[in-house]
């Protein structure tokens, strides 16, 4: 982790929480920001960064799908990565997710936890969630059951049938059922839902598991065009509160939420940029925009 990478981050952080640049005195000198205490379950983001991919590779049979891949995410940010076909883009999420072990390189959540040393399950303890593209809610039950059921935990089957919701968790279910645009639709069965109505629940669920960072792969693959825009809005209610990694090849949906966008070609940042930035990149038009 270099110095001139962390400062990069503070600085973004800085400028989306409209605050002076974490780490740096007035005069511009290095202030004492590494003695800070993290809380047990906190994800430290002092050094302006929720997650940190450095010299990521992963080979399968001798091809290499990750390459030297080096990526960071400030704290809030709304981060869109998009690539051609078989550019890495699943894989990195399987990296950072657990599910795919690399054969080389660094993941860190925040600063202090290093995710290659845990398990699938407990990155997702830890404040990880992946929605992949097809919607995957319980079709039987209604659309209220299916958030209820995203807070059971503890999935055995008694504790699941003597499950009740205290206080804190109604408010935080009917939060997210206002979030997601279904407050109205919380009797319905889920089966009898839209392809976008079941994509924004099964992002509810998830939600309500109060994610610290949220990674969406083709969230608007198969949506109307209301459902798409209302799904941009969303997500930009979302970013500042969680951070977000959306992995999308709708263009218009990119330029709908999109700060920051990274290009992933052969495994690594081919480029990075404002999508004004990385569209008007003749290396980009050249493997992905001009096909
Ligand atoms: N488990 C695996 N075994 C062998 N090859 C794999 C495996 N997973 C991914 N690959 C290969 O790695 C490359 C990257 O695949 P990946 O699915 O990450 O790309 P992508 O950018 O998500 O593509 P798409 O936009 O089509 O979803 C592809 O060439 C793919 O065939």
Redesign the pocket.
């Known amino acids: 982790m270099t110095p001139d990478l962390m400062d990069a981050g503070a600085r973004r952080v800085a400028a989306h929480q409209g605050l002076p640049p974490t780490g740096l005195t007035e005069s511009g000198g290095r202030a004492a920001g590494f003695s800070r205490l993290v809380a047990p379950g906190e994800v430290d983001v002092a050094h302006g960064r929720i997650l940190y991919l450095e010299d990521v590779s992963v080979s399968?049979?001798g091809?290499k799908?990750?390459n030297k891949l080096s990526l960071d995410i400030a704290p809030g940010e709304l981060r869109c990565i998009i690539?051609?076909?078989?550019?890495?883009?699943?894989?990195?999420m399987?990296i950072i997710t657990g599910k795919?072990r690399p054969d080389e390189g660094r993941v860190f959540f925040g600063s202090t936890i290093d995710l290659l040393r845990h398990k699938e399950a407990e990155i997702a303890q830890l404040g990880i969630g992946r929605k992949f593209q097809k919607p995957t809610v319980f079709e039987h039950l209604t659309v209220f059951e299916n958030l209820e059921l995203a807070l059971k935990t503890d999935k055995g089957v008694k504790s699941s049938m003597f499950f009740r919701l205290d206080s804190a968790q109604g408010d935080r279910l009917a939060e997210v059922l206002h979030t997601i645009h279904l407050a109205d639709s919380m009797s319905r069965q889920a089966g009898n839902l839209s392809h976008g109505q079941k994509q924004w629940l099964e992002i509810g669920m998830l939600l309500m598991q109060d994610p610290k960072l949220l990674l969406l792969d083709?969230p608007v693959a198969g949506m109307t065009d209301e459902e798409t825009a209302r799904t941009a809005e969303l997500f930009l209610t979302l970013k500042g509160r969680h951070s977000l990694m959306v992995?999308e090849?709708d263009m218009s949906f990119i330029k709908a939420i999109s700060e920051i966008v990274t290009v992933?070609c052969d495994?690594s940042v081919l480029a990075q940029g404002t999508l004004d930035q990385v569209q008007a990149d003749e290396r980009v038009i050249e493997v992905y925009l001009g096909r």
């Open positions: 399968f049979d091809f799908a990750i690539g051609p076909n078989g550019a890495g883009k699943t894989t990195m399987d795919t083709e992995v090849h992933l495994g």
